[in-house]
């Protein structure tokens, strides 16, 4: 059986991942190790309480962003 | 690690005219002041009663590093009135790819002594409160004290948790800003119309070790910074980068900004 994809745009590369992927599963099927990472979906920051409930649509946009502490 | 809270210890004041707590909204700018500030002072947002605002105003600026050195510089150039610039470390060798108020000569001596050297040099308008001190729980009260605004130019998530949270427990503005490498950031945080510091960041451990960064990166940023404290401190708040993260990448030259809502299970705000 296949599975349904949908195409989003991660990092600014066009990618398909199966439909109904979260923001979870992307960042462990895209083996983001780093546990501080800024998520930006659409142009607005996700808190991680919501990573697990996000579902992506076709077309969306998703960056994974390192946060910058330094001063 | 928290040194000793010692008291202010070289606050220096200029000549009664110039005392900028005592001017009032009607007097004129002295003609040095008019000299000094001519080419903002041009400015329609600014002008001569936006000058004496700017004159009027009180700021704390946290750190003296990379990004409080520019932050200082942009700060004092453009006459605010009193900054208390508040550190606890030493100039090192290696701070000086980015720290530009700290010189050769300046190692191994007190930031803010360093700094505040050259900063009565660079405006002697200014009144200077350095504070060789740690930004903690137990200080951060007194060096916010009659202050209107936080400037952060600390290198650290724990500093920035403290000020974030004195800016709630106080309602003063908190603008952060923080880099790493080619890259920045920065948001305006305004208690009780934005989220906060920790709405956004309360899970996050601050990664380890000292960043590599470029002391390039600190002046975009630090002037960013300084851009957003000099809006408010004249009064457009309207067009603050609050409820926004502006993201800076600077080997792509790109400057992003991420909408920001309301973090209701934020530990500090929520």
Redesign the interface.
């Known amino acids: 059986m296949m599975t349904a994809t949908i195409h989003i745009t991660l990092n600014g590369f066009e990618e398909a991942v199966v439909s109904e992927a979260t923001i979870a599963s992307l960042i462990r099927d895209f083996n983001e190790q780093d ?2 990472l ?1 998520v ?1 979906h659409n ?3 996700v ?3 919501e990573y697990g409930k996000r579902v992506l649509q076709d077309g969306d946009r998703l960056e994974f ?7 | 690690m928290t040194s000793p809270h010692p008291g202010p210890k070289s606050v220096r004041t200029v000549d009664t005219d110039s005392d900028k707590g005592k001017t009032d909204g009607k007097s004129m700018l002295r003609q040095k002041d008019r000299e000094r500030y001519q080419r903002q002072i041009g400015l329609p947002e600014i002008g001569e009663q936006g000058q004496k605002r700017l004159g009027r105003s009180r700021v704390l600026l946290a750190g003296l590093g990379g990004l409080g050195s520019v932050l200082a510089a942009s700060l004092c150039a453009a006459g605010v009135g009193f900054l208390r610039i508040a550190d606890r470390d030493r100039v090192e060798l290696s701070n000086l790819n980015r720290q530009i108020l700290h010189w050769t000569a300046d190692i191994g001596r007190e930031k803010t002594v360093s700094a505040g050297e050259k900063l009565a040099a660079f405006n002697p308008e200014v009144v200077l409160e350095p504070r060789q001190i740690a930004i903690a729980e137990d200080t951060v009260q007194e060096l916010l004290r009659d202050c209107q605004i936080i400037v952060d130019g600390t290198d650290n998530l724990e500093s920035r948790r403290v000020l974030n949270r004195a800016s709630l427990k106080t309602g003063l503005p908190f603008i952060h800003g923080g880099i790493n490498g080619f890259n920045g950031m920065l948001s305006t945080f305004i208690p009780g119309r934005t989220p906060c510091f920790e709405c956004l960041f309360s899970e996050f451990g601050g990664g380890s070790g000292c960043p590599s960064v470029l002391g390039a990166t600190a002046g975009i940023v630090g002037s960013l910074q300084s851009l957003e404290a000099l809006k408010y401190l004249l009064g457009m708040h309207a067009e603050l980068l609050t409820g926004r993260l502006l993201i800076v990448q600077g080997r792509s030259m790109t400057f992003r900004k991420i909408r920001l809502e309301p973090n209701p299970a934020c530990p500090e705000c929520g």
């Open positions: 546990s501080d800024i930006e142009g607005c920051f808190y991680p309480a962003i390192n946060p910058n502490f330094g001063g």
